[in-house]
């Protein structure tokens, strides 16, 4: 080898060595994300720990996720809590958030419900078409969104067919839209997170209770109280969740890592709510056999409710508008893609 190759070769590899020092160092990272619901509930289970599993994998291990084994904050304070770092990410019920997720709040309008999977997937497309450049999201990192089975009403004692047999009686309401239309039915609500619902059935608080899906009736235990159930076309209105990360948690990750997990996330988790299908399914089917008597509402009754749901629709399709949003095309398209995956 000459001078002159000699020389360039060291010159290459100085710059080389350069070029590497200048480089990002990414280290391996451990995602917390926190999970408020029981640690053997479907969420857990078949949603948040398979998606995490698959992020390790697909990761070969740089990115972990770990499920700590209670919440490290109520469900109305898990936004603040993964904004400000305490956890690095959280499923988070969009029905405690009517002000940070304004346009996020149409899936819990009544009626809407198809199947989870149909109502996740159409959701996550609404999202990506419609809300995302509204960023509602930015002070987190938005990951991905489900929706649960439609919420059912349940009744303690006698059957309820109308809205006059709502007057008066002692309700309680999943926050939002369900707490919303039992107002409207001039009802007294208790409106808590799901989560405290089983202390205040057991306590014999209410005699009416509406909002969640029978799988989650079963799962805070308070199926057992139940006499019957009214069903109406499309649900009373289906509980919509966000899978947010901390920004800064997010950034720290490389960028081909998060290219991965956004690959995972996003319309793939909404796929995967089609575990709620079957575990409500499930459910439904053991509520019969304990002898919960299921009702379809009448007509007169449907018509009463969509009186109600149409007041807060048009209350939504107002906030879209402040917010520049063309609500009544997100909604006829979110109610399209319902359809088109749940055939």
């Known amino acids: 080898m000459n001078y002159t190759t000699r020389i360039l070769c060291n010159a290459l590899g100085f710059s080389a060595l350069l070029a590497l020092s200048a480089a990002p160092a990414w280290a391996d990272t451990t995602l917390v994300i926190n999970a408020f619901l029981p640690a053997q509930d479907t969420m857990n289970t078949q949603i948040l720990r398979p998606w995490a599993d698959a992020v390790t994998k697909a990761t070969d291990g740089r990115v972990k996720v770990q499920i700590p084994p209670s919440s490290v904050a109520a469900p109305d304070q898990l936004w603040n809590s993964v904004r400000s770092?305490?956890?690095?990410?959280?499923y988070?019920?969009?029905?405690?958030l009517p002000n940070q997720l304004k346009l996020m709040q149409m899936p819990q309008l009544p009626f809407l419900g198809t199947s989870a999977k149909a109502n996740?997937?159409?959701?996550?497309?609404t999202y990506d078409k419609y809300f995302k450049a509204a960023d509602e999201y930015k002070s987190?990192?938005?990951?991905?969104?489900?929706?649960?089975?439609?919420?059912?009403?349940?009744?303690?004692?006698?059957?309820i067919e109308s809205e006059h047999d709502l007057q008066g009686v002692k309700v309680w309401a999943l926050p939002g839209v369900p707490a919303k239309m039992m107002a409207m039915a001039k009802a007294g609500v208790n409106a808590t997170p799901a989560a405290r619902m089983s202390e205040i059935v057991a306590g014999g608080m209410v005699d009416v209770m509406v909002g969640n899906p029978d799988m989650y009736s079963d799962t805070f235990k308070v199926m057992r109280y139940a006499k019957s159930a009214t069903m109406v076309p499309g649900g009373f209105s289906t509980p919509s969740w966000?899978?947010?990360?901390?920004?800064?948690?997010?950034?720290?990750i490389s960028p081909a890592d998060r290219e991965i997990i956004t690959k995972l996330s996003g319309e793939a988790l909404a796929e995967r709510a089609a575990a709620f299908d079957n575990v409500e399914a499930a459910a439904h089917a053991a509520a019969v056999q304990s002898g919960v008597k299921y009702l379809s509402a009448s007509p007169q009754f449907v018509t009463a409710l969509?009186?109600?749901?149409?007041?807060?629709?048009n209350q939504?399709?107002?906030t879209a508008k402040t917010e520049k949003v063309d609500g009544a095309a997100?909604?006829?398209?979110?109610?399209?893609?319902?359809?088109v995956v749940g055939k």
């Open 120 to 125: 996740s997937v159409a959701l996550w497309r």
């Open 85 to 90: 770092g305490v956890v690095d990410g959280a």
């Open 140 to 159: 987190v990192h938005l990951l991905g969104v489900m929706v649960m089975p439609s919420g059912i009403l349940y009744s303690l004692k006698g059957p």
């Open 306 to 313: 969509e009186k109600s749901g149409a007041v807060l629709t």
């Open 242 to 252: 966000s899978l947010v990360l901390n920004r800064p948690k997010w950034e720290s």
């Open 316 to 318: 939504w399709l107002a």
């Open 92 to 96: 988070l019920y969009n029905g405690l």
């Open 330 to 339: 997100a909604l006829a398209y979110y109610k399209a893609q319902s359809a």
